[in-house]
């Protein structure tokens, strides 16, 4: 019986016509949800639940944007964050949690309140809220994001996970690599960071 009412429950929100607020991002024409969205339908979750950031992911951006902001050429650079919008093709999107765009390259395009056209140098990202399901795991989901933001023209990708403390570092026509995160990597212009000794002499200056 449970089964059953189970069953029918989810294909009453499946049913339902899903807000454009709980679409996370778009590939195709093919919306990619949040994660837990159909939560939302249910009202189990409010929208807020499933777009906020956990305290780490929120804390590791902290760190990643203040470390930009102090050594990167601002007048050269653009630092982008909250969620930042980049189209690359009709009907495809992709938010992006940091991006570093050339700033004259950006300017040229011109500021208004639509997303993004130009590639940005660098994207950085940690973690992910989209809903997997359709993509298997979150690997998947990973190569595909990444693969398209560098077809799209972004010359490299980094993506910090939080629930296996790794790094992975992907540029065009090179091999991408993965590993841990207190490696350090170069994001552009021979700027250096490793997120695990960033971390640790953060929590300990607490």
């Known amino acids: 019986m449970e089964t059953l009412q ?28 949040y994660r837990d969205y159909d939560k939302v339908l249910e009202g189990e979750k409010s929208l807020e639940e499933v777009m906020g950031s956990s305290k780490l992911q929120a804390w590791i951006i902290d760190l990643i944007v203040g470390f930009l902001y102090s050594n990167l050429d601002r007048k050269k650079y653009k630092i982008l964050l909250n969620k930042a919008g980049f189209q690359w093709a009709p009907k495809s999107w992709r938010n992006l949690d940091v991006a570093i765009f050339d700033r004259e ?3 040229k395009e011109g500021i208004n309140n639509k997303y993004a056209k130009t590639p940005p140098e660098v994207v950085i990202e940690i973690d992910t809220k989209a809903d997997l399901r359709k993509h298997g795991d979150f690997m998947n989901y990973q190569r595909e994001k990444t693969q398209d933001l560098l077809d799209a023209g972004v010359k490299k990708v980094i993506w910090y996970t939080t629930f296996d403390k790794k790094v992975m570092v992907a540029e065009k026509d090179k091999p991408w690599i993965i590993t841990d995160w207190d490696y350090e990597i170069e994001i552009l212009d021979n700027l250096k960071f490793n997120l695990g000794e960033n971390l640790k002499k953060d929590f300990e200056n607490e």
């Open 6 to 33: 189970a069953e029918r429950k989810k294909k009453e929100t499946q049913r339902k016509k899903i807000p454009k607020g709980l679409i996370y991002e778009m590939r195709h024409g093919k919306p990619i949800y």
């Open 105 to 107: 390259k950006l300017l």
